[in-house]
């Protein structure tokens, strides 16, 4: 089937430690983004990619990194500069936006990291 | 710049009537608007887009939503609210013919009793 797959589902860190999280499609959308989302904030733009080997910083970059090696990955990491990292992570993507294409979303299932 | 407003934080309903979910809108220009659902520990799911054309969007589950430009509303509506629709919803737009990100609304939880 056709996708977004996220992991872990459940993260649990030391903090000073740096953490991966996963996210692959087989959508072959272009575009990939991260999201942070707490209670009560909604969602938050981490990173987002419209192409392979490059990127962009969201509304909250700092303490976080990705890369885009391959169409079909676009794995976040939280790095231990990232002061509040507890957080359910979100990855999404989509077609490249403009023109013709809406570009609306589609979500993986959220991981969710807690800083111990 | 643009912006999405959902003035509500909850919304209280009893199964079997009508429910509206608001959603306010700024962008210049020609919006694509978009609804979606979250459930507890999950990502969120795609429900219903404006485009253009017709003002009332059909969605999944049952879901519409109204599309007013004078008003520069996208409220979502069901005629009949039942409890597994107990959710958090989310508004997003997005500029027309750009490659502008989507933006988000901070959510409405939607709760719906017996």
């Known amino acids: 089937d056709g996708g977004i797959t996220q992991s872990p589902k459940y993260l649990f860190r030391k903090e000073g430690q740096n953490v991966t999280l996963s996210c692959e499609q087989n959508?072959?959308?272009?575009?990939m983004y991260w999201y942070r989302q707490d209670p009560g904030q909604g969602l938050r733009l981490i990173y987002y990619s419209q192409i392979v080997n490059d990127f962009q910083k969201g509304d909250i970059a700092e303490g976080y990194s990705v890369s885009r090696e391959k169409k079909e990955s676009f794995p976040l990491t939280v790095t231990s500069a990232q002061k509040n990292p507890t957080a359910f992570y979100l990855c999404a993507s989509s077609t490249f936006p403009g023109g013709q294409n809406t570009g609306e979303l589609f979500f993986g299932e959220g991981s969710r990291l807690t800083v111990l | 710049a643009q912006s999405v407003a959902q003035p509500e934080d909850q919304v209280n309903v009893a199964e079997g009537n009508p429910l509206t979910v608001k959603c306010t809108y700024s962008?210049?220009?020609?919006?694509?608007l978009f609804w979606y659902v979250q459930y507890p520990n999950r990502g969120l799911q795609f429900l219903l887009k404006?485009?253009?054309?017709?003002?009332l969007v059909k969605g999944s589950y049952g879901f519409e939503a109204e599309f007013n430009k004078s008003q520069t509303s996208f409220h979502l509506k069901k005629p009949s609210a039942l409890v597994s629709d107990s959710a958090l919803y989310f508004c997003a737009v997005r500029l027309t013919g750009t490659a502008s990100k989507l933006t988000f609304g901070t959510g409405t939880r939607l709760q719906v009793t017996l």
């Open positions: 959508l072959n959308h272009d575009a």
């Open positions: 962008v210049s220009g020609n919006p694509y």
């Open positions: 404006y485009i253009t054309g017709d003002n």
